[in-house]
């Protein structure tokens, strides 16, 4: 799985089995899955259309999944919990028409699911959704434009995802502090170039830590001058041996080990996927080898 932004849009890439409640949705293999920022006074007549115009744009094939926004899409909140990223943009008009706005959550799976799992944690989700909206004493359980995707990618492993299981509890968890922190940046107008980023920490009984580049206690963790632009890398897991490791977990599992890995860190790296973030994890290492002497 890869993430990126570019201008209006946040893609994912990889390799997937998907479910989507958006528009064109249902159950199929796709490679992309975008959230897509409509602009103020959009023409809602052909959502499809724009979906296709914002694949033709980007040059992503036909093989997608897309949902559609007004909320800025550099407001999105990414949650990591183990193999659960979860991706979330939400907005709600406090004033008459009560209710209006859009919630749109994406759940990538680094672990494979059956279809039916898929399914599941499109119900984890929403009820999450519904209870975080709740928890905010919002007399709403959505909005009429919400939408849902859940991925997956890897060798099928879960039969089933529902809230009690590990999958299930960590979407549950993921939404439950995502959708409080995405209002609260679309309240606030948040503005910046970059999502926020929260990773589920087990340390002191478990609880989510927000980074900061700005107030990184680690800095620098690889060498000084480095670039923390992609500290939390939007190719993780990349799985590519010469950067990084499985590695037994403190839980019982694996996960993939890439401290050692300073790529994003260079800051020439960095400046070029920040020009051309679409750029593939080999562009950037090629990138990377041609400057040798140029990067730490």
């Known amino acids: 799985m890869r993430y990126y932004l570019n201008t209006n849009t946040l893609f994912i890439r990889g390799t997937f089995r998907a479910a989507s409640t958006g528009i064109a949705g249902g159950i199929r293999s796709v490679a992309t899955l975008f959230n897509h920022t409509v602009p103020p006074g959009w023409d809602d007549a052909d959502p499809g259309k724009e979906i296709e115009l914002v694949a033709a744009g980007a040059g992503i094939g036909s093989e997608l999944f897309g949902l559609l926004t007004a909320i800025p899409v550099n407001q999105t909140c990414v949650l990591q919990y183990d193999c659960i990223t979860v991706f979330i943009t939400a907005g709600i008009r406090r004033e008459p028409p009560s209710g209006a706005g859009t919630i ?17 944690l499109i119900m984890v989700a929403t009820e999450a959704k519904t209870e975080a909206l709740l928890a905010l004493d919002l007399p709403l359980t959505g909005t009429p434009a919400d939408a849902v995707i859940t991925a997956c990618e890897g060798e099928t492993r879960h039969r089933y995802a529902g809230r009690l299981t590990e999958p299930g509890l960590r979407v549950r968890e993921a939404v439950l502090h995502g959708i409080p922190e995405a209002l609260r940046r679309h309240d606030a107008g948040v503005s910046s170039g970059r999502p926020a980023f929260f990773v589920y920490s087990r340390l002191q009984g478990g609880h989510w830590i927000e980074w900061s580049p700005h107030e990184c206690p680690y800095y620098p963790c690889h060498f000084k001058g480095q670039s923390c632009d992609f500290c939390y890398c939007p190719f993780y897991p990349c799985q590519t041996e010469s950067l990084g490791q499985w590695v ?9 080990n890439c ?24 562009e950037l290492m090629k990138f990377a080898a041609a400057h040798k002497g140029e990067i730490p």
């Open 104 to 120: 749109n959550i994406i759940v990538h799976s680094r672990e494979g699911m059956e279809d039916a799992a898929l399914l599941e």
């Open 248 to 256: 037994e977990s403190s839980h019982g599992g694996r996960v993939w």
């Open 259 to 282: 401290a050692g890995c300073t790529l994003l860190h260079a800051p020439a790296v960095a400046t070029y996927l920040r020009k051309y973030p679409g750029a593939s994890r080999w």
